[in-house]
């Protein structure tokens, strides 16, 4: 009868690690944090940086909630245990609440890390399955080399799509400009128009026209 009381005592270990994770970080700490973590650069990644930490305080906050469930369920289940209830009174088992509650606080943790990922949704959803598949974590699955090898295929492309969209932009006036031919006025579109004309008169300016 001893052991199974003690069944659902926490370790002075399992409270600290608790207490820890019942800590909500400030902001600014996370901030610290994540930049830390993915060697993000203040000045030129702050729109990412940005997201990091307002998702990762979302989870920070998802995981104190979780944990405090565990603590109050557990609560509620040693009193259960020293009172005599009822016949018709519904059974808590200690055991299988904590396993319940510690499966929610891992997927909170897993969907926290696979949402960090700056990745397409579709890559996402492979590191995903290949975790589910080979029952590791996020952070696992990702220095998978399959995954590996997708990660770098979509790096390889965003750099090419970025390079291409550069020299367009560049070399897009000189093709588009055409002395001989100044840019219509459309009357559906009047400020277009005129915005069209002046960079069409400044260019024609420039080339001594």
């Known amino acids: 009868m001893e052991n199974i009381q003690n069944q659902n005592v926490p370790t002075a270990e399992e409270l600290e690690q608790e207490q820890i994770a019942l800590h909500l970080p400030k902001e600014e700490e996370v901030r610290a944090s994540v930049i830390s973590e993915f060697g993000f650069d203040e000045e030129l990644d702050t729109d990412k940086i940005d997201k990091a930490v307002a998702k990762e305080m979302v989870h920070k906050t998802d995981i104190v909630k979780v944990v405090g469930q565990k603590i109050k369920y557990r609560d509620l289940a040693n009193k259960s245990k020293e009172a005599t209830p009822p016949i018709s009174q519904v059974k808590i088992d200690p055991d299988e609440v904590g396993k319940l509650v ?30 589910k598949l080979q029952g590791v974590s996020i952070k696992k699955a990702v220095k ?5 090898f997708k990660i770098e295929t979509y790096e390889k492309e965003q750099k090419t799509n970025e390079a291409t969209i550069s020299r367009t932009h560049k070399s897009g006036s000189s093709k588009e400009f055409d002395v001989n031919n100044p840019p219509a006025f459309d009357p559906n579109d009047v400020v277009g128009s005129d915005k069209a004309m002046k960079e069409w008169e400044a260019e024609a300016k420039k080339r001594g026209l």
């Open 144 to 148: 998978d080399p399959y995954i590996v």
């Open 102 to 131: 510690d499966t929610k606080l891992t997927e909170t943790l897993e969907k926290r890390d696979l949402d960090s990922l700056d990745y397409p949704d579709d890559l996402k959803g492979e590191i995903s399955k290949l975790a």
